[in-house]
């Protein structure tokens, strides 16, 4: 392969191994049980691309990569037909880069298969650059699919391959330039060097305060473009204690099994219908729950009050929202349909609050996500509940607190407050994720793992998530110190007295089934919705059941990209399982069919 007189091309052979199994869709116990059980894969690869100056300087850089793929299983060494490699990709995550790769081959019986895979350079407490660089996440789908096609692909084995060290030494060695001159080749192959050594700079340099990212809103702001073929009408009604909320209502044709999808705090139904990637309502209405309503609640942030400060709490949700929606879905449907509830965070809590408080009834099934009625969270998040309150309203002064303060035009100490915050998150360069980071959770960032996100839902965090003023908070702090137990915020509220103090207190009559889930790093809630399960396991064996997510966090159980491959069937597989005939109780969960791998509660 030759190149003219303008371009460099550079290449280099790579050589990597590890081990695979088949019908896994975790890394890591691919990796572990693939070994255990001699499942081994190799690929041996020339990456090359005809002009370095446009591969260094595009934004994917992206050379070809031939070579092959050999595994036993596959029928040994098997020719790549179609490669490609992209070098440093930025992520979401400002502290991490992306090395991928995509291989178009075929099985001894001429099946087409594709691997794919992704290295992670990314910035750790303490550095680990041989590993990060070295270390092939993969995954191997059947057919010839791209990136975009991924979500709906069938995944055939999941595992992890590595560099050897002889191995990358061999690879420094096959680094040549072509070029007319010495020169010029010389100079190729210290640009690529430059380069290289540059990404990975930029990645675990240390940084004072992370740069700002620019943003410019991508997907119009409360659009509804994310769900196609749908009549979607609003429907406005009024709580009890006279607050004005709304449903809106996704209806292809009339369905007997109704959906109920309920958000948490400062989200709202846009959670539900993101334009970016296969959404919940979306999803629901292709598989037969062709009538979902989203409900805005009090928590929402479409509504200015949550602007003001308030002295809402979850207990307010449990008796004036939950059963005036629940009261205008049946207004719209009639009496005999089936009603099942999607929840998550404060939503979820409030919502299971309702229910066992016998608030609402004529629920068929509920799925709640990452909290419920045993609220647990880290310790710094408790130093936060415990102080966070009192320093924002009385010290501070603040209103509320909204994630997009620092974007905000102008001077503010809102705005001070939101580069203080900044000044100890580094992961990323997006001001909203470091103010929901300190808002909820423990980590960097705390909702949610950067790489499940998509990069635009990212950037545009400071419209999927709004402000709130912080009562909210002092209702969770009372029930993590009443041992993690959601109980009355104040039993003297004569508003209140048709609630329990004790949320578990009815627990035995409650029949309605829930599905607990929740990601395995989940740094809001922690294992919130594990212990909700052994508690209620002991109450009522076999009524409930659990299932957790590997390498999901708390938010991106609804927003990360692949959503539609490694959650969404769960759900549907349980909300079949619910429709119709009244639910069969079983001894211990039963696993979904679905692609995603996940851990069974048994009892």
Known sequence: MGQTNATTALQFTEEMKGFVTFGATNFQDGYDQGRAAGTALMFHLTIRTEDLDRFLSSTDHEAAAMGY???????????VERGTFNLFVDTADRNSKKMRYRLFFRDAEGRPLTLTGFKLAQMVVTPEVWANTTTLYTNI????????????????????????????????????????????????VEKFGRFFLGSLWDVYRPRLLPKLGDFEREIPLYTTEGVRDAEITIHPFQTGDRLGLTLTRFLREPCDDVVVIIHGLTTSTDMFIMPEHENLVSYLLDRGYTDVWSLDFRMSNRFGYNLHRHRYTMDDIALFDHPAALAEV????????????????????????????KAVDGVRSVIANSVALTPRVPGWSKLKLMFGPFLAESVCGFEYINPYWRREPGFSLGKLFALAVDLFHHECDSSECHMLSFLWGTGFPALYNHENLLDITHRRGGDLYGGTSVNYHRHVRKMVFSNNTAVKYDPSDPRLAALPNDYFQYAREIETPILFVTGERNNVFRDSNLVCHDRLQKIVPGRHELRVFPNYGHQDVFMGKDVSRDIFPHFVEYLDRQRGSRVTRGPHAVMASGPAAVTEARS
Request: proline residues 5%.
């Open 69 to 79: 793929v050999a595994c036993d299983q596959f029928g040994g060494r098997r020719p």
């Open 141 to 188: 789908f059947s057919g010839h699919v791209e990136a975009d096609q991924e979500s709906s692909a069938q995944l055939v084995a999941a595992g992890i391959i590595h560099i050897e060290v002889p191995d990358f030494l061999r690879e420094l060695t096959t680094l040549r330039a072509f070029a007319p001159t010495a020169q010029a080749r010389a100079e190729g």
């Open 330 to 357: 049946r207004k719209q449907i009639g009496p005999d349909r089936r009603i099942h509830v999607i929840c998550h965070c404060l939503g979820s809590m409030s919502f299971t609050m309702s229910l066992f408080a």
